[in-house]
């Protein structure tokens, strides 16, 4: 079978449990029901790609987990992201029957960890299932390069403004993601379906009318 490395961000304080019990299944920060999220516990690809700002806090500790591919699954963080902000009226009104159907659409998008694509999802998170045993753990003092987390996302951005271009029917531009957003949201094409943020950008979240597809972009200064 074959045999992954992945990462996970712990607070110091957390180390003993973990060296016992392993990292387990749930989320502590998105407090609410996600099937798949329940049943699993949540990953990196690569210690760059945490968006929660972790890396950054001298308060937790780098780890890489040891796992099986086939347990993995690549899902889109954003959505729940998104989710959660409907679910609790964060920034905006409660809205339950949205935050609903943005679990589902982060249900259904996931994909088998060998068959991720650059780029899929802003935010790819690592969703394995059954937890981490404590034996396929280990502290790392020196992270991997940067900038997989970073190439990641421009590629995201990308393949989302190449979208679109083609849903506006513009044959030459220049538009950045926000402005061709806002240039869908304007000509009612897309609706704004969320106001969240991470550690990396203030982020919105649209859901294109024509298809049902989700995307989330990063909001500039």
Known sequence: ??????????????????SDEGIQVGSKYFMFDVPSRNTSAYLWRFPDEDVMGYDENPRYILL?????????????????SAAYANHIGRGQ???PDVAARLIAAYEKAQVPYLEYEHGKFRTPEALVEGGVDADDIAVIKIPEAKGKGEGNRRAYASKFAEHMIRLLGIQKTQMKLN????????????????????AIAYLETYMILETGEFYTIEKED
């Open 93 to 95: 009104s409660k809205n």
């Open 1 to 18: 079978m074959s045999t992954i490395d992945l990462y996970h961000y712990a607070r110091s304080e957390d180390l003993d449990s973990i």
């Open 64 to 80: 890489r987990a040891r796992v099986e591919a086939a347990k993995v699954k690549i899902a889109p963080m954003d959505l729940i």
């Open 179 to 198: 402005e061709l957003s806002e240039a869908a949201l304007n000509r009612g094409a897309v609706v704004r379906v969320a106001k969240h943020d991470d």
